[in-house]
Nanobody
C-alpha cells in the first residue's frame, strides 16, 4: 500500500525557516508521479484545513494569499518528492501540515500524508 511520508516539521522562532518534504513510500513510478498534481495543506486547532500551496503536473503554482512571497512549493519528479520551503515564518503559520498528491488525469486517485507539526514561537 502506498503512503505519503512527510518530514521537516518542528519548532522554530518567528522569522525562521523550515523545509517540509514528502514522498510516497510504496511503488509509484516516476512516469506516474509526473502526472500528479501536488499540494500542501494545513490545519490549525479549531480551524478548517486550508490549501497552502499547490503545483500542477505542468508546474503551475498557486499560493494562499497569506503565504505568497514567503513559501515556495517545488517538486523533484526523479525523486518522486514534494517540498515546501517556508521562510519568514509567523506565529499564525502554526499548524499541522499535510502533503497531498492527486492524479491529474484518468481515474481519480489521491494520497494524503500523516501530517507534520509546525510550531512558530513568537
Amino acid at each position: 500500500q502506498v503512503q505519503l511520508v512527510e518530514s521537516g516539521g518542528g519548532l522554530v522562532q518567528s522569522g525562521g525557516s523550515l523545509r517540509l518534504s514528502c514522498a510516497p513510500s510504496g511503488t509509484i513510478s516516476i512516469a506516474s508521479f509526473r502526472l500528479y498534481n501536488v499540494g500542501w495543506y494545513r490545519q490549525a486547532p479549531g480551524k478548517q484545513r486550508e490549501l497552502v500551496a499547490s503545483m500542477s503536473s505542468g508546474g503551475i503554482t498557486d499560493y494562499l494569499d497569506s503565504v505568497q512571497g514567503r513559501f515556495t512549493i517545488s517538486r523533484a519528479n526523479d525523486k518522486k518528492s514534494v517540498y515546501l520551503q517556508m521562510n519568514s515564518l509567523k506565529s499564525e503559520d502554526t499548524a499541522v501540515y499535510y502533503c497531498n498528491i492527486a492524479r491529474s488525469t484518468g481515474r481519480p486517485y489521491e494520497l494524503w500524508g500523516q501530517g507534520t507539526q509546525v510550531t512558530v514561537s513568537s
